[in-house]
């Protein structure tokens, strides 16, 4: 047991999950106080032990899963009823709600439909099979609608096929789960662990994400918490200034001339303005998206927040944002936004000279000046003279790419004639990316 815990830690950091030796440690030491035949509360000791993110329990629990094994037997099904039995035994189990009765006929499906009878050995299961037997993907036409009619008839029926359908996902991961608890036993742990785990919230691509895209709006506030509370600190820290020679020697009199006690200029913190310009266009939207949503929830570290945004013509976005809704401010910048004046595809040079012309005037030695794109230009002038004349303005200017480095200066891109004259041009694929480059630069 004991070894299966310093596993579960280590597995947990093989996937990206920051577990201290003091919090394995810490897990160990609870083994003392939990007995482990109650596993809820066994699981649930280890999991306040190990993580420390809401976000990162997905993680623990796949991982959980197949380090302590089922929370039931794994016997044989020796039932003789047909397959069309079994699916008219689950349906009923679904629409009951019966999550006992689901839990033990997940196990009995693995072992029923998922053994793969081709395999080298016997022992070897496959979700794919449970679910093309059972006809999970269409199970929910299957289930019995309320009688009844009129507009309270339709929406019992509506919340009923909701709840099934919840059942019915709820159902899909106990198999899923069982299938690879199955294979664990053959193989180990650490194989199943290789594929079974997904990127962290943290570490999704912003360029490919889809289905994901609701873990990573989660991820994005406590985020904020984080940042605003790092650069707070950082600038308190960095409120004394230089060494003040004269103070230092005066004082050091006392002391024989010994300066024993230095004495530091003040220097009084300033919260810098950040102007934003974000290509919105198809190929980096999701990325503006978040970095828009993380910069605008720090918006009290900085005394101005200005969004421009672009695809061939740029407009300013700010307005948008001043609301809490940040969903509803994406959806109406979407549709009010003047950002295409052409054919629609990004023209990085036509947006920065209208900035420098429209909004350059605002941009001074306070002014933090962020661009967010893939500096990809459709073969089009790129204009980097008026980058050149903003980067001069303002007090910083960083470029935030969310493509691959290597992928850089390929085809279309011009990120090296852009990086040129910026401060410098970061690859942020992912929120961690941007944790790590807010944290340091802003």
């Known amino acids: 047991m004991l070894q299966r815990v310093l596993d579960l830690g280590h597995a947990l950091r093989t996937a990206g999950v920051p577990v201290a030796i003091s919090e394995t440690m810490d897990a160990v030491a609870a083994l003392e106080h939990i007995p482990i035949t109650e596993r809820a509360t066994f699981k649930s000791a ?129 198999t899923l789960t069982e299938t690879r608890r199955r294979v664990a036993q053959q193989r180990g742990p650490e194989a199943v662990a290789s594929y079974a785990v997904g990127p962290l919230p943290e570490d999704l691509n912003f360029l490919s994400a889809t289905a994901d895209m609701a873990e990573l709006r989660k991820a994005v506030r406590p985020l904020a918490r984080k940042l605003a509370t790092r650069i707070s600190m950082k600038r308190k820290r960095s409120a004394r200034g230089q060494l003040d020679i004269r103070k230092t020697v005066r004082h050091s009199l006392s002391s024989g001339g010994v300066p024993l006690d230095p004495h530091f200029r003040n220097r009084a913190p300033h919260r810098p303005e950040v102007f934003i310009l974000c290509d919105i266009s198809s190929s980096v939207a999701r990325f503006s998206r978040f970095a828009l949503m993380l910069t605008h929830a720090l918006s009290a570290q900085f005394s101005k927040v200005r969004s421009f945004a672009f695809i061939d013509t740029l407009d300013e976005v700010t307005r948008y944002f001043a609301t809490e809704d940040f969903a509803a401010a994406i959806k109406e910048m979407n549709a009010e936004a003047k950002v295409v004046g052409g054919d629609g595809h990004s023209d990085y040079g036509a947006s920065l000279g209208s900035f420098l012309a429209g909004y350059g005037a605002d941009v001074g030695p306070k002014t933090t000046l962020l661009i967010l794109g893939d500096a990809r230009t459709n073969y089009r002038a790129d204009n980097a003279l008026a980058l050149k004349e903003l980067a001069q303005r303002s007090h910083r200017c960083y470029w935030l790419n969310p493509e691959a480095q290597h992928d850089w200066d390929t085809g279309d891109s011009v990120a090296s004639r852009y990086a040129a004259h910026v401060d410098a041009m970061v690859e942020v694929r992912n929120l961690r990316q941007l944790e790590s480059f807010i944290a340091d630069k802003l």
């Open 46 to 174: 280890l999991a306040a032990s190990l993580i420390k993110s809401a976000s990162h329990r997905p993680t623990f629990d796949t991982l959980f899963e197949l380090y302590f094994g089922s929370s039931g037997a794994a016997a044989d099904d020796h039932a003789t009823g047909t397959r069309e039995e079994f699916i008219e035994e689950l349906v009923e189990a679904l629409q009951a709600g019966d999550r006992a009765g689901l839990a033990e006929l997940s196990r009995r499906a693995v072992t029923r439909f998922g053994r793969l009878d081709s395999a080298r050995s016997k022992d070897w299961f496959s979700h794919y099979e449970v679910v093309r037997a059972l006809e999970l993907n269409t199970l929910a036409a299957r289930m019995d609608q309320p009688a009844g009619e009129g507009p309270a008839s339709s929406l019992a029926a509506r919340l009923a096929q909701d709840e099934f359908e919840r059942q019915l996902r709820w159902f899909r991961q106990e």
